[in-house]
């Protein structure tokens, strides 16, 4: 579900973008490829995932450091009626908390490290983003940042300083993001861990089977990855008060 997630991370993306304070193109398309990338990390708690294989033995060390961290904690906070298993994939990163913990932290980060810390969280999320969705959508606001960052470095810089602490809610959004995905799957998603329901700490919230769809699917991939695309694309700044002029004709006074 690589693409999807991060299809989805760039529509929430670009939906966010105003809401920390990115109201032109560039400011928005930042935010969107940072979320989508980061909406990726979440699968880090699998072996062969595209964010453990994307920086090689570094990304599958932190790897094998959630899992173990994972199954501890799904064995100390197992409820009665929870199933027998590892508690590695899907399990504490694909929870509410996990997303919440990754953007504080990130907050914090960016605040006390300014641009420089802004510039490596992005980076992360642009080249996962990059894996997941192809450069042909990343390479357009990459590009764009970098032309912005030679024509005019200090505006660049300061923009990077404005977006400390921010950027939090771009990653804690792309992580959400993602278990949101999941729940949507015949698997469904543990997001409101450790809220007990039913018996069950770790609950696979799903909705009813005739809204859920397998991993992989066609319906993912010809349908949801596509109406992903197409949202982000309407959402841009300025791209909505066109489309709606191509089909609504202005009234004769």
Not at 22 to 36: I, M, P, S, W, Y
Not at 60 to 89: F, M, N
Request: aromatic share 10%; with cysteine.
């Amino acid at each position: 579900m690589g693409r999807s997630h991060a299809g989805s991370g760039l529509t929430v993306g670009v939906a966010l973008a105003g809401w920390v304070g990115q109201h032109t193109l560039t400011g928005a398309l930042f935010v969107a490829v940072v979320t989508a990338g980061w909406s990726l990390v979440p699968d880090l708690d699998h072996r062969s995932s595209t964010a453990t294989r994307r920086f090689g033995w570094i990304t599958g060390a932190v790897s094998w450091l959630l899992r173990a961290a994972s199954r501890h904690v799904y064995a100390w906070t197992k409820g009665r009626r929870d199933e027998h298993c590892t508690g590695e994939h899907r399990h504490l990163s694909h929870t509410a908390v996990f997303a919440a913990a990754m953007g504080y932290g990130t907050a914090w980060l960016t605040t006390a490290y300014g641009r420089w810390a802004v510039a490596g969280v992005a980076v992360f999320g642009v080249i996962l983003a990059t894996k997941a969705l192809g450069d042909w959508i990343v390479f357009p606001p990459v590009a764009a940042a970098g032309l912005w960052a030679v024509t005019d470095l200090p505006g660049f810089l300061t923009e990077l300083d404005s977006v400390s602490g921010w950027i939090g809610v771009a990653v804690a959004a792309g992580c959400l993001t993602h278990c949101v995905g999941d729940a949507l799957t015949e698997q469904g998603c543990p997001i409101l861990w450790p809220i007990p329901i039913g018996g069950e700490t770790w609950a696979e919230l799903r909705p009813p089977a005739m809204l859920r769809f397998r991993t992989n699917s066609k319906v993912e991939k010809r349908f949801l990855f596509p109406a992903f695309l197409v949202g982000a694309l309407l959402l841009l700044p300025g791209v909505w008060p066109h489309v709606q002029a191509l089909f609504i004709k202005p009234e004769r006074i």
